[in-house]
């Protein structure tokens, strides 16, 4: 609005004065010219002005759709780092019953397997490094040991008929088996958890956040081939 009331009171005075003091139109004609290429001049910097304000918008949405996009990748990988950590939780509580069923078991075999030291011994070293992993990682390897130390008891235990008659004998092998079975169940969930993340972690482009981020391949809570069909059918353990 000021341009126009300034520029066009500018052509008022000029045609006054040439009408009254006879101004030549060639001086009215340059004044005219001023008036509008001052006008492009100010339509050009509006123009440019609203141009890179529509491109500075254009920029902050893609920025913000970015982000939020790297976000929801990163809250994903975060979700499934978190519902693996949960699977093996319920993994740990089966394995400390199993350790607290441990002694009781090499107390009970010692009575009749009196031949059978080496392989007590090496159950009990296996549960004492099974009971002193802290991490997720240490804690699988760990208890892999003490499964094909426990398999090879058993196997060697047939040998022993009395020891299997043993009431309380008996009772502990049913109780290790209630646990295995629970094992087989949460452990296959917990394999699950890691496969699913492990997948994200891999593919485009979800493993571009996963590199910032430290998020890396986690191991499957995988058992010795020997003993992976009988565990994955939750078998009764009987020595």
Not at 1 to 27: A, D, E
Not at 189 to 200: I, K, V, Y
């Amino acid at each position: 609005m000021c341009f126009w009331v300034r520029h066009i009171t500018k052509l008022w005075i000029v045609v006054t004065i040439f009408r009254r003091c006879g101004t030549g139109f060639f001086q009215i004609f340059l004044n005219s010219m001023e008036i509008a290429a001052e006008f492009v001049v100010y339509l050009q910097a509006n123009s440019c002005k609203k141009q890179r304000i529509m491109t500075g918008i254009i920029i902050l949405i893609i920025v913000v759709l970015l982000a939020l996009w790297l976000i929801s990748i990163y809250n994903r990988l975060v979700k499934l780092r978190n519902n693996r950590e949960n699977a093996f939780a319920n993994i740990d509580v089966q394995l400390k019953q199993r350790h607290d069923l441990v002694p009781q078991l090499v107390a009970t075999v010692k009575g009749y397997a009196t031949h059978e030291r080496e392989l007590l011994e090496k159950v009990t070293e296996a549960r004492a490094q099974a009971m002193g992993a802290t991490t997720m990682d240490d804690k699988i390897a760990a208890e892999n040991s003490l499964t094909a130390a426990l398999s090879g008891l058993k196997v060697s235990l047939e040998a022993y008929p009395d020891l299997k008659a043993n009431q309380n004998f008996l009772q502990l092998q049913n109780e290790l088996a209630d646990i295995e079975n629970k094992l087989a169940a949460v452990r296959r969930f917990f394999n699950s958890a890691t496969r699913e993340l492990n997948n994200a972690v891999q593919t485009f482009p979800s493993n571009l956040i996963a590199g910032m981020f430290g998020f890396k391949t986690e191991p499957m809570f995988e058992i010795p081939t020997e003993q992976r069909a009988e565990l994955d059918k939750a078998p009764e353990v009987k020595f």
